[in-house]
């Protein structure tokens, strides 16, 4: 089995989170557990039909996942693993920025005399 693609997941992420909504929906999970989408939309000012539409984009980015209940209702849990995937990837892209941006303030304290004074 082929390890997964580290960026693919981080991208599919961001992109779930770039919507208001989503994240309204993934805070709502996060506060009160699984859900159908009419929990969900009892608790958000959001209609039933936008959130299906929404918890389709999150299960396909693996943020949820669907779970049969009673009567043919489904409920929607969170899935932490694709958010440490994206966690990392900014952790490492923060490794990567941190040294450069270090050593140009330095250069520029260097050059300038020192750090600016706050007057």
């Known amino acids: 089995m082929q390890p997964p693609d580290t960026e693919a997941i981080a991208e599919q992420v961001f992109g ?8 309204a929906i993934l805070a709502a ?7 159908t989408a009419t929990d969900l939309a009892e608790r958000l000012p959001i ?3 936008a959130i299906a539409k929404h918890l389709a984009l999150l299960t ?3 943020l949820v996942t669907a779970e049969p209940g009673e009567r043919r209702r ?21 490794r990567d920025w941190d040294g450069p941006l270090d050593a140009l303030k330095n250069h520029l304290d260097r050059t ?3 750090p600016a004074d706050e007057t």
């Open 16 to 23: 779930a989170l770039a919507d208001p909504s989503r994240r």
């Open 29 to 35: 999970l996060a506060a009160r557990g699984p859900a």
């Open 47 to 49: 209609t039933r039909q």
């Open 60 to 62: 396909e980015a693996g």
């Open 74 to 94: 489904v409920r929607y849990r969170l899935r932490s693993a694709p958010m440490r995937v994206a966690q990392q990837f900014l952790a490492a892209l923060a």
């Open 112 to 114: 300038v005399g020192g």
